[in-house]
Structures are given as structure tokens and as C-alpha cells.
């Protein structure tokens, strides 16, 4: 009974945030599932860590959910598969929403992107082995452990790359990183745009950053420890949603990986407002 409040409550919050999402595509769309449903449905699928004629299974047998949901009926497995190929992915973006917070905290990560058996995978790359993989950054709020920014590449890639379109729409009081996203350019983009405080560690070879030419910028040990929490996050989504990419096309997987950072900070918000109601004083 506790297991299913807690899938109808995330049901509920993952229509809140489909809501952010037009109705329609286009004039011309047939009308019988809004984008808003489909996307809840995708969502879904990734919280279940199924595939998507699975989770119509457990719509089938589930009147509640189906009822927050606010389907008469259930799509086609096709439908979503169709949906997700047609839907952009700055529209699946926005349901992450954060824009500022107190410490940002910004590191990469590696998804393997494989749609054959282990085995398989396992004779097969020491033949002919296979280095891509799809490489996500985020920015991350490290008091809430919410996803604010997000961006995806086909790996390998330097983690340098992707530092200032992170951060460029969001503010902060400090930005830490590791000593991978170490350069002057990256702490003064902190210093100047950002009006934040960079605590990203010195390599051994690089230059000093000053702030106004005279003080020379610290790291502050309790603010750099922040940067953990980006880990966790990392380890909390691929061990609750997986770590493996099925799609074969790298749009598909990207909008997969996107799907479910969406699904973590769902879950994320569930657990936020658990706390808050154990904390707050009765009155």
C-alpha cells in the first residue's frame, strides 16, 4: 500500500511538470492523447525502469493511475516511441526548470550506450572494440541535490567544453568543480557573468586567478566539499534508472538520458517534501 501512494503521488507530480509542456504539437494533431499524458507516460516508464509496453502493462491493471493520468484509454506502444522521436529536446529540457541556487556544483559523467547482450557485447569489443559512449554534464544545486542544467554529448569529450553553456543562465554564490574544469577563463566566466565565487582547484601548471587584479581567488575546503553531492546524484541515477542506454539513434538517447534526469528530480521532489513535512513544527 506504502509502494503505491508512493507511484500515485510521483504520477501526480509527473503531470504537474508535463504541464509545463504545450498540449499539442500542431493544429492538425488527431487529439486523443495530449503531449502532457505521453510524456508521463515516458516518464514513467523510466521511474519503473521498464520497457514501454511494460509500463502500459501496469497502466492496464492500475484504474488509479490511469485516472491521473486522465486516460480513457491506452496508446500504442508506438505512440510514445513516435512521440519521443518528434518531440525537440530543449521542450524536454524545460521540465527541469531550476535556475539559481546557493553552491552549484558541475562534473561529467559516462552512459553506456549498448543495445545487445552482455555477452555479446563482451566477445564482440574484444574484437572490435568500441569507445563511444554518450557523455552527460550537469550543473546541480547541492543543498536541494536537484538538476539545473544538463548537456549531452557523444563521449569521449573534455569536460571543458560544456563549463559556460551550464551556467550561463543561472546564478549563484559560488560554482565548484574539479580540477578537470581548471582555467582562467572558466573562473573569471564564474567572477564577471556569473558574479559568483569559482572554487575550482589550481593544477600544478596553471596561472593564479585575482579577483580586481590584487586578491587572489581561495578555496574554501567546507564550500569545495559541496562538490560530492554531484556524485551521489550521478550514483543515485544510473543505480535507480539505469546506467545502460537502449535507443540506437544518439537523439533518442540523449532524450532518454534527458527523460531521466526529469524522473530523478520528480523523485527528488518527493523526498524534498517528505522532509519538510517531518521537520515542520506542529502547530
Same mark, same amino acid.
Given at each position: 500500500?506504502?509502494?503505491?501512494?508512493?507511484?500515485?503521488?510521483?504520477?501526480? &507530480? +509527473? $503531470?504537474? =511538470?508535463?504541464?509545463?509542456?504545450?498540449?499539442?504539437?500542431?493544429?492538425?494533431?488527431?487529439?486523443?492523447? %495530449? !503531449?502532457?499524458?505521453?510524456?508521463?507516460?515516458?516518464?514513467?516508464?523510466?521511474?519503473?525502469?521498464?520497457?514501454?509496453?511494460?509500463?502500459?502493462?501496469?497502466?492496464?491493471?492500475?484504474?488509479?493511475?490511469?485516472?491521473?493520468?486522465?486516460?480513457?484509454?491506452?496508446?500504442?506502444?508506438?505512440?510514445?516511441?513516435?512521440?519521443?522521436?518528434?518531440?525537440?529536446?530543449?521542450?524536454?529540457?524545460?521540465?527541469?526548470?531550476?535556475?539559481?541556487?546557493?553552491?552549484?556544483?558541475?562534473?561529467?559523467?559516462?552512459?553506456?550506450?549498448?543495445?545487445?547482450?552482455?555477452?555479446?557485447?563482451?566477445?564482440?569489443?574484444?574484437?572490435?572494440?568500441?569507445?563511444?559512449?554518450?557523455?552527460?554534464? &550537469? +550543473? $546541480?544545486? =547541492?543543498?536541494?541535490?536537484?538538476?539545473?542544467?544538463?548537456?549531452?554529448?557523444?563521449?569521449?569529450?573534455? %569536460? !571543458?567544453?560544456?563549463?559556460?553553456?551550464?551556467?550561463?543562465?543561472?546564478?549563484?554564490?559560488?560554482?565548484?568543480?574539479?580540477?578537470?574544469?581548471?582555467?582562467?577563463?572558466?573562473?573569471?566566466?564564474?567572477?564577471?557573468?556569473?558574479?559568483?565565487?569559482?572554487?575550482?582547484?589550481?593544477?600544478?601548471?596553471?596561472?593564479?586567478?585575482?579577483?580586481?587584479?590584487?586578491?587572489?581567488?581561495?578555496?574554501?575546503?567546507?564550500?569545495?566539499?559541496?562538490?560530492?553531492?554531484?556524485?551521489?546524484?550521478?550514483?543515485?541515477?544510473?543505480?535507480?534508472?539505469?546506467?545502460?542506454?537502449?535507443?540506437?539513434?544518439?537523439?533518442?538517447?540523449?532524450?532518454?538520458?534527458?527523460?531521466?534526469?526529469?524522473?530523478?528530480?520528480?523523485?527528488?521532489?518527493?523526498?524534498?517534501?517528505?522532509?519538510?513535512?517531518?521537520?515542520?513544527?506542529?502547530?
Amino acid at each position: 500500500m506504502v509502494i503505491q501512494r508512493k507511484l500515485i503521488k510521483f504520477i501526480e &507530480l +509527473a $503531470v504537474q =511538470t508535463a504541464n509545463l509542456l504545450p498540449r499539442y504539437s500542431s493544429k492538425f494533431s488527431n487529439r486523443i492523447y %495530449d !503531449n502532457r499524458q505521453k510524456i508521463a507516460i515516458v516518464i514513467l516508464k523510466q521511474k519503473l525502469k521498464t520497457t514501454y509496453r511494460g509500463v502500459l502493462e501496469i497502466l492496464e491493471i492500475s484504474e488509479l493511475a490511469r485516472a491521473r493520468l486522465n486516460l480513457k484509454r491506452l496508446p500504442d506502444h508506438s505512440t510514445l516511441v513516435k512521440f519521443l522521436q518528434k518531440i525537440s529536446s530543449s521542450l524536454i529540457d524545460s521540465l527541469l526548470m531550476g535556475k539559481e541556487a546557493e553552491i552549484i556544483a558541475v562534473d561529467s559523467t559516462g552512459f553506456e550506450t549498448e543495445c545487445m547482450s552482455y555477452y555479446y557485447r563482451t566477445i564482440h569489443n574484444a574484437i572490435h572494440p568500441r569507445r563511444h559512449y554518450a557523455k552527460l554534464s &550537469l +550543473a $546541480v544545486d =547541492t543543498e536541494k541535490q536537484k538538476i539545473l542544467a544538463q548537456k549531452i554529448r557523444l563521449g569521449p569529450r573534455n %569536460d !571543458n567544453i560544456d563549463f559556460k553553456s551550464l551556467l550561463k543562465n543561472l546564478s549563484a554564490d559560488f560554482v565548484v568543480a574539479d580540477k578537470g574544469f581548471d582555467s582562467r577563463a572558466n573562473r573569471y566566466f564564474v567572477l564577471r557573468k556569473m558574479k559568483a565565487y569559482p572554487q575550482i582547484p589550481y593544477r600544478k601548471t596553471s596561472g593564479a586567478t585575482y579577483i580586481k587584479g590584487k586578491t587572489k581567488v581561495k578555496i574554501d575546503d567546507k564550500v569545495y566539499h559541496q562538490r560530492s553531492k554531484i556524485e551521489t546524484i550521478f550514483s543515485a541515477i544510473k543505480r535507480k534508472y539505469g546506467s545502460i542506454i537502449r535507443s540506437r539513434s544518439f537523439d533518442m538517447q540523449k532524450k532518454e538520458i534527458m527523460c531521466r534526469l526529469v524522473t530523478y528530480n520528480i523523485d527528488r521532489d518527493i523526498i524534498l517534501s517528505v522532509y519538510l513535512v517531518r521537520i515542520s513544527p506542529e502547530p
